[in-house]
């Protein structure tokens, strides 16, 4: 998921703003034409079938939940929890308290009044909400006030179309602005935080609008005449032609959608989608031509750990995909001198040039040097050393790099240009997973939703004991 990080005025908003999958529509459209180097990178199309490891479980076995393995010393933790409670600040002091609406960016240098929340960043704001409170970050009573008030105004006055919502809205009002779609992924994000809501508190009124909400989605309606879910429709064009049809952040939807009980989508859309699969410096996952977050925001929420359907383990396949990034930012050091093992990630961002959906490999992207500390604060789970080191180097070298809120979207040493803001998504999904990487707790609660089991089952997920990968 790639968000336009627009720049608002005070005001008002932007009138033309474009459509946050647009970028990454302009990319595939270029891959086909030939125009993005395949560089090192070799890459066969179609679907996958890795053959399963020796130590497959019976099929029949009850998983056992896998412990999180003691990868961090006290200090990252503590560390990590500074981190968590600066990301905490901006989903609790960004949002309007009367709706729970969260603003999708906020300028950390002025007094920021922009007007333009994210369903996407809400998701990941009602998750925040229950590690605050886990975290003793927001009391008890103060965070069921603001879930209930947020699920309230999402379910009676939020508008919404067949259950989806408008991947922008008034913070204010509710109202869709910049004549954004009713997206897809981004109604997926926000119905992974309302269910974690539903099995964090022990509260009828979350239970109940939380699942009011999910049930009302009509899943069976996006995916209209065939398995492939559509990125979105508007009102004034009708469905976005683009389908979900390539291994990206859509896990989640299809997982959802296949949990549902109300509007279901078949088994049979799991293995719509292609994987495919690629390979750099004798390492082959699954991936796409897209920046380095397709691998993150599913697994922030459902856990793949220990577990693989009938295509791949794709806990350990987003742990290749982080190590193939770091390898490839570090032979990028010959053009950019800052790149290095201690400091590396390039994701969909913000630049000095504006928004860019770059990364690699292939490059893609003008790179040009620039870091951005999301693509390894949403890895730390998958990298966990690696990742930290790059989080503590851009905390104790560059401090303009940091703010009330965490880490600013991006920055570039060699230029010395810092962003002046810091983005929802890109400080929820760094949230979320320093939470997992410490404990798993958003994945211990998210999965003991009915939903969340079903659509594992349905898409044909076992446990299995995993061969633990080792990178030279």
């Known amino acids: 998921m790639v968000s336009p990080r627009h720049q608002q005025s005070p005001e008002s908003f932007e009138p033309h703003a474009i459509s946050r999958r647009a970028v990454l529509r302009q990319l595939a459209s270029l891959v086909a034409a030939g125009a993005l180097p395949f560089s090192a990178l070799a890459a066969a199309g179609g679907e996958i079938s890795p053959k399963p490891q020796a130590n497959q479980q019976n099929p029949g076995s009850a998983p056992t939940p896998p412990p999180i393995p003691n990868l961090l010393s006290p200090e990252d933790d503590q560390f990590l929890n500074d981190l968590e409670h600066a990301n905490f600040l901006f989903f609790w002091e960004q949002a309007n308290p009367q709706t729970g609406l969260i603003k999708d960016r906020c300028n950390v240098r002025i007094n920021d009044t922009s007007l333009a929340a994210s369903i996407a960043s809400v998701g990941f704001g009602l998750t925040a909400i229950c590690i605050g409170h886990k975290r003793g970050f927001v009391s008890l009573e103060d965070a069921r006030r603001r879930v209930v008030q947020t699920l309230s105004f999402i379910w009676h006055k939020l508008p919404t179309h067949r259950g989806f919502f408008y991947h922008f809205a008034n913070i204010n009002t509710g109202e869709r602005v910049w004549d954004s779609e009713v997206s897809s992924v981004d109604t997926a994000m926000m119905l992974c935080g309302a269910l974690m809501c539903h099995q964090y508190f022990d509260d009828k009124d979350v239970r109940d609008l939380s699942h009011a909400i999910f049930d009302r989605v009509e899943w069976n309606w996006l ?159 998958f990298l966990p050393e690696a990742c930290m080191r790059v989080l503590r180097t851009i905390h104790d070298r560059y401090p303009k790099a940091w703010s009330r809120y965490g880490f600013v979207d991006a920055f570039n040493p060699l230029t010395d240009w810092y962003d002046t803001d810091v983005v929802g998504i890109d400080t929820g999904i760094t949230m979320l997973m320093a939470e997992n990487a410490r404990t798993g707790f958003v994945w211990d609660t998210f999965m003991k939703n009915a939903e969340a089991q079903k659509g594992m089952n349905a898409a044909g997920f076992k446990p299995y004991t995993p061969t633990p990968l080792h990178f030279e």
């Open 223 to 381: 995916a209209e005449d065939t398995s492939l879910l559509s990125h979105g429709w508007t009102p004034e064009l009708g469905f976005i032609h683009s389908r979900w049809d390539y291994y990206s952040e859509l896990m989640m939807m299809y997982l959802l959608g296949m949990g549902s009980v109300s509007h279901p989508l078949p088994n049979e859309a799991w293995f719509a989608w292609k994987r495919r699969v690629f390979e750099y410096d004798g390492l082959r996952y699954v991936g796409s031509f897209a920046p380095l977050f397709v691998h993150q925001y599913s697994q922030a929420w459902f856990d793949f750990r220990n577990k693989r359907d009938k295509f791949a383990d794709y806990f350990q396949n987003s742990a290749i995909a982080t190590e193939v990034h770091r390898r490839f930012c570090i032979e990028l050091n010959t053009q950019y001198s800052d790149y290095s093992n201690a400091l590396w990630g390039i994701s969909a961002s913000d630049s000095a040039r504006g928004y860019v959906a770059w990364g690699g490999p292939p490059a893609m992207g003008p790179i040009d040097g620039t870091v951005v500390p999301a693509a390894a604060g949403g890895s730390i789970p």
